[in-house]
């Protein structure tokens, strides 16, 4: 309510304030926003657009066809299977990774950290290497897990491994940051006031880092459901069965079947979108309780 | 905070020690974390390097410096530096013109922005080869200009472009957001044209930040392999990428070559990561400073 009021004395300052601080000249300014627009309808705007055009050229029945089809189907429900698997896995070890980085000192934090964000500088395909060298036929384990008849590569275990391994940093690069900067003072009152640990936990941590939480959920679900590399080279392919999402668009295209391909593609690219919308919605969110907080002692 | 910490820590010795016992849960929250991070991370990682240590010296030098070995990473290497380069010049222009003008539909424009982060490369890559195609949105007017995009190495330029755009526009943003406008304003007062106020005042302090994007696209650009595989045309020597030859390698049973290539490349990128490590000191604190 107090904002509403502070706004319109606020609004012509800052308008004026952006006219007079832009210092170059017009056509300048003019240019360089015409460059970027250019840039981003070249690299981003056609390329989505184009995504949905091309899934609808044959119209809606041919689209829902393709979407309806058994593999797709199938496709679809193990992408879900393998995010329902792994962002849970990644929350809790970044919750975890966070409360120990964030609350504690300890030394080799640095190196902790480091750690954490490798699998982002790793490429995709050698992640599934890894899991070939460990689980194949000639891998540590593969041996063993055939005695047992346990199958892991090209199935779906391997797939949740993959993804659980490429979405491994999200939520806790997301919570590191955060956490830290809150630093320790409100659970050491209510523990001091007499709450027990979890309930610190619940009441005083998680309704603090909700946001930042959901951050970090949205975009390791965008990547776990979009996942491509990684899961290619371990998934073994099998139509119907081991084929996720990305892959099964692969498989469409590779048989000239583009409109199918973009059929499936453009789910992909809604997920993409919904993902975007709701990560606006967050930074706004924080931006507003940013400026609430700022503007509090008015 | 810190350094509010501190006072404190000085006059009453004991409290200071006080929190680490408070919170609870140390132990089991890094015990957890280090058990995962070795199940998921460490020890599938050591797998690799392991398994190239079954090979002799003579046999892992000959498999990544063969021929077509060495055409692949000029490819990657080559491609994801000019991507990384375009990066940082229309990223750059990007964030500053998010930062510092106004324009209609410009949140939709900002939110647009981490599209390649959000979209699965597989989409960008049929999407991409769709537009540039001879007979694409994109490519019948670059075809009639004689340049032909899909399928050769320029293909490769542009997949890349699209999965590092996001980098360098976020890592600069928050830099010219903070930046002091006061200094170019008083670059201005005392004579200096635009130009020179840019050139002088604004680039040396958004470098590092330009850097380190550059560093974060060329880096995920390097391992990229969704986007990629459908726009190349993957002809061995011409448009095959390195993340390709580790995946035809394992397609033939050559665990071993695989492997060795896939150690170069881990190499790459650990020194990659450390260098984008000491950038990022670098950009805090040259923030810092200012």
Request: aromatic content about 12%; hydrophobic content about 55%.
């Amino acid at each position: 309510m107090s904002a509403d009021k502070l706004a319109p004395a606020h609004l012509p300052a800052t308008s004026r304030r952006l006219d007079t601080n832009v210092l170059e000249p017009r056509w300048v300014r003019y240019t360089l926003i015409a460059v970027a627009l250019v840039f981003l309808t070249l690299f981003l705007f056609v390329p989505l657009a184009a995504v949905f055009t091309e899934a609808l050229r044959k119209g809606w029945g041919v689209y829902a066809e393709a979407i309806v089809d058994p593999d797709a189907l199938s496709a679809i429900r193990l992408t879900l299977i393998a995010a329902a698997i792994s962002v849970p896995l990644n929350l809790v070890f970044g919750v975890a990774a966070a409360w120990a980085i964030a609350k504690f000192e300890f030394r080799g934090k640095s190196i902790l950290l480091t750690l954490i964000d490798l699998p982002f500088s790793i490429s995709p395909v050698i992640a599934g290497l890894m899991y070939v060298l460990l689980f194949g036929a000639s891998g540590w384990f593969g041996p063993w897990l055939e005695e047992h008849d346990i199958k892991i590569l090209f199935a779906v275990p391997g797939i949740v491994l993959a993804t659980v391994f490429i979405t491994f940093p999200f939520v806790a690069r997301e919570l590191i940051p955060l956490m830290q900067q809150q630093g320790t003072e409100e659970e050491e009152a209510a523990l001091v006031l007499g709450a027990s640990g979890w309930s610190t936990f619940w009441r005083v941590t998680i309704p603090n880092i909700k946001w930042g939480l959901l951050y970090g959920v949205i975009l390791c679900n965008a990547r776990a459901m979009g996942e491509f590399g990684a899961v290619s080279v371990v998934s073994g392919h099998i139509r119907g069965e081991t084929n996720t999402m990305p892959l099964h668009v692969e498989i469409l295209y590779n048989e000239y079947n583009f409109t199918a391909a973009f059929a499936v593609a453009s789910l992909l690219a809604l997920l993409a979108l919904v993902t975007l919308a709701i990560k606006s919605f967050i930074e706004w969110r924080l931006h507003q309780a940013r400026s609430a907080s700022l503007d509090a002692p008015h | 905070m810190t350094s509010l910490a501190m006072p404190g820590s000085t006059a009453l010795a004991k409290p200071a020690k006080a929190p680490g016992r408070v919170i609870p849960g140390f132990g089991i929250s890094l015990g957890f974390t280090l058990f995962y991070l070795a199940l998921i991370v460490l020890i599938p990682l050591s797998a690799v390097f392991l398994k190239t240590s079954s090979m002799s010296w003579v046999d892992f030098w000959a498999t990544v410096t063969s021929e077509r070995v060495m055409a692949s990473y000029r490819l990657s290497f080559g491609a994801s530096l000019i991507a990384a380069a375009i990066n940082v010049v229309f990223g750059g222009i990007v964030a500053w013109v998010l930062v510092r003008y106004q324009f209609p539909g410009k949140r939709f424009v900002d939110a647009l922005v981490d599209l390649p982060f959000a979209l699965p490369t597989a989409v960008a890559g049929i999407v991409l080869t769709a537009l540039y195609a001879h007979n694409g949105w994109i490519g019948q007017y670059l075809a009639d200009l004689g340049i032909k995009v899909a399928f050769t190495p320029l293909g490769v330029v542009v997949a890349l472009t699209f999965i590092g755009l996001p980098f360098v526009v976020r890592t600069v943003q928050p830099v010219l957001e903070e930046a002091e406008r006061e200094l170019e304003e008083a670059s201005a007062s005392l004579g200096a044209s635009s130009l020179q106020t840019f050139v002088r005042v604004v680039l040396p302090s958004i470098t590092p930040a330009l850097l380190t994007g550059f560093a974060l696209a060329f880096a995920r650009a390097t391992g990229e392999y969704g986007s990629v595989i459908f726009i190349a045309g993957n002809l061995p020597m011409v448009s095959e990428i390195t993340p390709l030859l580790i995946i035809s390698k394992l397609e033939q049973y050559d665990y071993a070559g695989a492997t060795a290539i896939a150690v170069v490349m881990l190499v790459f990128s650990f020194i990659l990561l450390l260098a984008i490590n000491l950038l990022q000191a670098w950009t805090r604190k040259r923030g810092g400073k200012s």
